[in-house]
């Protein structure tokens, strides 16, 4: 049996404890070997001044898993062309890592609008999808697709991991440090230090 990868992608700008709890709790109780912090660069053509460069926000992630040896960080879709979509990521890791199976993570709300993505029945029959609760209460542990709203009556199964619900964004860190409020409680202690040594989101 090929050893199973899940793939959490995010910017991770900043990333903060809940994305570690999420990342942890899936390495830990489900049955995915390891889990990938897939870094997201940001789009040439949208850039945004509250999005840090990619190698900074590569640097905090790593910096923040350095002591849980089943999470990774990736940076696979810092070399692909822009605009990138994810079923051209799955099929580079693919072709990179042919000894792993790659799965998708993706929150309870992303689910909702998965079959708006590109190519998004090629990623539903090659690659499992582990979902994690955005609402409360969580909903059933496996989501059939007969019942989601994805056209053409897709068939398949979804894991639902009930994983801890997490209220924490990275939107909300960014507006308090600028705000000058205290935030530390909510980033890992050597993120914290990077982003103000850094004197980022200020």
Not at 145 to 166: D, H, V, Y
Request: one cysteine or more; hydrophobic letters at 40%; aromatic letters at 10%.
């Amino acid at each position: 049996m090929p050893k199973k990868v899940g793939l959490f992608f995010g910017t991770f700008n900043p990333i903060h404890v809940g994305h570690l709890i999420i990342a942890n709790h899936l390495a830990e109780h489900s049955d995915l070997a390891e889990v990938w912090l897939v870094v997201t660069p940001h789009n040439p053509h949208k850039k945004k001044k509250t999005l840090l460069d990619d190698i900074h926000r590569l640097a905090m992630v790593r910096i923040a898993i350095e002591d849980y040896p089943k999470l990774k960080a990736s940076n696979i879709e810092f070399g692909l062309p822009q605009p990138n979509y994810t079923v051209k990521t799955l099929a580079v890791l693919e072709e990179k890592y042919p000894e792993l199976e790659f799965c998708l993570i993706m929150g309870e709300d992303n689910l909702k609008s998965l079959h708006k993505w590109k190519n998004f029945e090629v990623i539903l029959k090659r690659h499992a999808i582990y979902v994690y609760p955005r609402v409360t209460p969580p909903s059933s542990t496996v989501i059939n697709t007969e019942a989601s709203p994805f056209e053409g009556g897709l068939r398949g199964m979804f894991t639902k991991i009930n994983a801890p619900i997490i209220e924490i964004s990275s939107t909300f860190i960014r507006k308090n440090i600028a705000s000058g409020n205290e935030i530390r409680p909510m980033l890992p202690n050597n993120v914290w230090e990077y982003l103000d040594e850094m004197n980022f989101y200020k």
